[in-house]
Nanobody
């Protein structure tokens, strides 16, 4: 599967952005989908994930209540709605996919093997 992320940009603190990740090359509904990010000088970190059906989601604590992941299997696209953005959310955001299932709904434990190219999100204070 090939992944193409888009929607990044520059936004003021408190603002919103919606990222999209379009998939192609395989049946989208076979894949759990996730968003990761890498801030300058830091390691890549898990942000959120959604199950193949969209019924189960995981969020890292630092985005709970602010970010929402969703997917549209008919459009082969996963979204990340980011609200109440903070300067510390500045990072390159990557979408990822994997056909693995997650025991106990622990999507963050999946080793995601397919990655998009990343989209830059910059939040100014």
């Amino acid at each position: 599967v090939q992944l193409q992320a888009s929607g990044g940009g520059l936004v003021q603190a408190g603002g919103s952005l919606r990222l999209s990740c379009a998939a192609s090359g395989d049946t989208f509904s076979r894949y759990a989908m996730a968003w990761f990010r890498r801030a300058p000088g830091k390691e890549r970190e898990f942000v959120t994930a959604v199950s193949r059906t969209g019924l189960s989601t995981n969020y890292e604590d630092f985005v709970k209540g602010r970010f929402t992941i969703s997917r549209d299997n008919a459009k082969s696209t996963v979204y990340l709605q980011m609200d109440s953005l903070k300067p510390e959310d500045t990072a390159v955001y990557y979408c990822a996919a994997d056909p693995s299932s997650a025991a106990g709904g622990n999507l963050y434990r999946i080793r995601y093997n397919y990655w998009g190219q990343g989209t830059q999100v910059t939040v100014s204070s």
